[in-house]
């Protein structure tokens, strides 16, 4: 793991709760599918193991609800889905991840304007 | 350790992160781990490739699980050095490859159980329903009652594996009453096996007539008959004979193609300890006595007293 990587992890950790609810937020899921489309959208660096603890963390919470799907090729697969708890913590949290979000592209605008030229 | 068999693969992987996280409180530890082995399962059957290379070591994964999930760490909690000591050496025996490997394998041990467990019940019925009965490892086939527990035994088995089978599909509560059950079989079964181990004196013992405790072995061989003879070379009859703790002195009957007819007591108990025995061959001859050579008296008077006579006399 070299330094890039750990920097994208450790920036990771403070939105990935938002990224998890946003995910299921489009449909409901399984872990490893939350996985996959957290990387299809870009996060890369998404380890699997912090999106299964994510999962069971905000479930254990009571930010979703969880039901079993029987499938025919594998293992049976534990969906997960936000409930109203889970829409209300990621209303809450894209507010704040969109003006925190601001408040950085404003900072790094300037650094980039200032010393850009 | 690089395994083919994905199902391999998932249950060494998972039982290496589970013991990773051994020191978070059983609570926590189940709620978060609950779905792992599934979930583990799903990342084995999208893409080759053994699970440690695409997750990284399961040490890692775990305290990447342990971040994620906000879980408490063992270091910040205050603990018995020697409570320590005892959980990391636990730690190190389930983190280990062989470890896993016997969990991954014990499961499929579970038919062999399923049959035993039928065996010792019918065992358990055995000894609860004839005491007395001489227990065996295997009973035999040619009385009614080793028939009748051989019987049992298969039917028991059938049934046994049915229960197993079925056993998957039972509720959280149906399998706790499930495993004790099996653990009482497992701990009943402990004395009685125990006592099976003594057996063969049992079988022994069983193989005399009722009420009888010796049985008269010489150096020279089994003694099947004893035949007294006075001092003056007459041959004695119904000679009662008594061993050193007063026990009635007998000998082995089942020898050859010889049946011993003892004679009937007042109380109607057979006298077993008469001799000589009346014995006859199996044609209905009667045994004859054997030829015996008496020994040379001195010449003394037989009917006087000798003074030096080391023969006890029954008043003093």
């Known amino acids: 793991m070299n330094q890039a990587e750990v920097d994208t992890t450790q920036l990771l950790k403070g939105v990935l709760d938002l990224a998890v609810l946003a995910v299921l937020a489009e449909a409901d899921s399984y872990g490893y599918d939350v996985v996959r489309r957290l990387r299809e959208n870009g996060l890369d660096h998404v380890g699997d193991a912090s999106v299964y603890g994510t999962l069971r963390r905000l479930y254990q919470a009571g930010a979703l609800n969880s039901y079993v799907v029987p499938s025919d090729e594998g293992p049976h697969r534990k969906y997960y889905g936000l409930n109203n708890r889970g829409r209300k913590?990621?209303?809450q949290s894209a507010q704040t991840w969109v003006s925190l979000s601001k408040a950085l592209n404003h900072l790094l605008n300037g650094r980039s304007n200032g010393h850009g030229k | 350790?690089?395994?083919?068999?994905?199902?391999?693969?998932?249950?060494?992987?998972?039982?290496?992160?589970?013991?990773?996280?051994?020191?978070?409180?059983?609570?926590?530890?189940?709620?978060?781990?609950?779905?792992l082995e599934d979930h583990l399962r799903e990342v084995a059957s999208e893409a080759g490739g053994p699970l440690a290379e695409r997750l990284g070591p399961p040490e890692q994964y775990a305290?990447?699980?342990?971040?994620?999930?906000?879980?408490?760490?063992?270091?910040?909690?205050?603990q018995d050095p020697a409570l320590r000591d005892l959980r990391l050496a636990v730690r190190a025996v389930t983190a280990s490859a062989w470890f896993a490997q016997v969990r991954a394998f014990l499961p499929e041990l579970r038919p062999g159980w399923w049959v035993l467990r039928a065996y010792i019940v019918v065992l358990l019925l055995t000894e609860a329903f004839s005491r007395n009965y001489n227990l065996r490892p295997i009973p035999n086939?040619?009385?009614s009652r080793g028939l009748i527990?051989?019987?049992?035994?298969?039917i028991a088995i059938v049934v046994s594996i049915r229960l197993g089978r079925r056993n998957r599909a039972l509720s959280n509560r149906g399998r706790l009453l499930a495993i004790g059950a099996n653990v009482m079989i497992a701990l009943i079964a402990i004395p009685v096996l125990a006592r099976m181990s003594t057996f063969p004196s049992m079988a022994m013992m069983e193989s005399g007539a009722a009420g009888q405790s010796q049985q008269l072995i010489l150096p020279s061989g089994v003694v099947t008959n004893i035949y007294p003879y006075s001092r003056d070379g007459k041959p004695l009859t119904d000679v009662l004979l008594y061993d050193q703790d007063g026990r009635p002195l007998t000998t082995s009957q089942n020898v050859g193609d010889v049946t011993t007819e003892y004679p009937g007591g007042a109380d109607g108990q057979p006298i077993t300890n008469a001799y000589p025995l009346r014995q006859q061959h199996l044609n209905g001859d009667a045994v004859s006595a054997p030829r015996v050579a008496l020994p040379p008296w001195p010449t003394a008077s037989p009917t006087g007293t000798p003074p030096m006579s080391p023969s006890p006399s029954p008043t003093h």
Request: charged share 20%; hydrophobic share 45%; glycine share 4%.
């Open chain 1, 89 to 91: 913590a990621l209303d």
């Open chain 2, 1 to 35: 350790m690089a395994s083919n068999d994905p199902a391999d693969d998932v249950a060494t992987y998972a039982s290496s992160v589970r013991a990773a996280l051994s020191d978070l409180p059983p609570a926590q530890a189940e709620v978060l781990l609950e779905d």
């Open chain 2, 63 to 78: 305290q990447e699980l342990r971040a994620a999930y906000g879980a408490t760490h063992a270091g910040g909690s205050r």
């Open chain 2, 141 to 143: 086939p040619f009385s």
């Open chain 2, 149 to 154: 527990e051989i019987i049992a035994a298969a």
